[in-house]
Nanobody, 125 residues
Framework: QVQLVESGGGLVQAGDSLRLSCAAS????????MGWFREAPGKKREFVAC????????YYADSVKGRFTISRDNAKNTVYLQMNSLKPEDTANYYC??????????????????WGQGTQVTVSS
């Protein structure tokens, strides 16, 4: 029911900013919690941030809190991840994901039903 297409990844210098976008196709975008996860080579996928269906609540991993901001525009069926003060440890493939709003375990990747293809973020030091 939901297809996700991500964009905005790239190669940046430590301290720089980057904004990722995730465009969703489907008729019920506002029924889904949207999340961002990341996966570095050899590591398991980890939670980065998520946002409630109308944008009223956001949650962040401690490692990105204060630097990253998740937002959504339901009229455009798009979720964003603004990443500031990037660090080399932020280097990873970033995935957009969606889960129906009834879930209570929105920090767990296994709870998400739909996933984007991933977009690579590389932060040089």
């Amino acid at each position: 029911q939901v297809q996700l297409v991500e964009s905005g990844g790239g190669l940046v210098q430590a301290g720089d900013s980057l904004r990722l976008s995730c465009a969703a196709s489907g008729r019920s975008f506002s029924s889904y919690i949207m999340g961002w996860f990341r996966e570095a080579p050899g590591k398991k996928r980890e939670f980065v941030a998520c946002i409630s269906v109308y944008g009223g609540s956001t949650y962040y991993a401690d490692s990105v809190k204060g630097r990253f901001t998740i937002s959504r525009d339901n009229a455009k069926n798009t979720v964003y991840l603004q990443m500031n003060s990037l660090k080399p440890e932020d280097t990873a493939n970033y995935y957009c994901a969606a889960v129906y709003y009834t879930t209570r375990r929105f920090r767990e990747s296994s709870e998400y039903t739909y996933w984007g293809q991933g977009t690579q973020v590389t932060v040089s030091s």
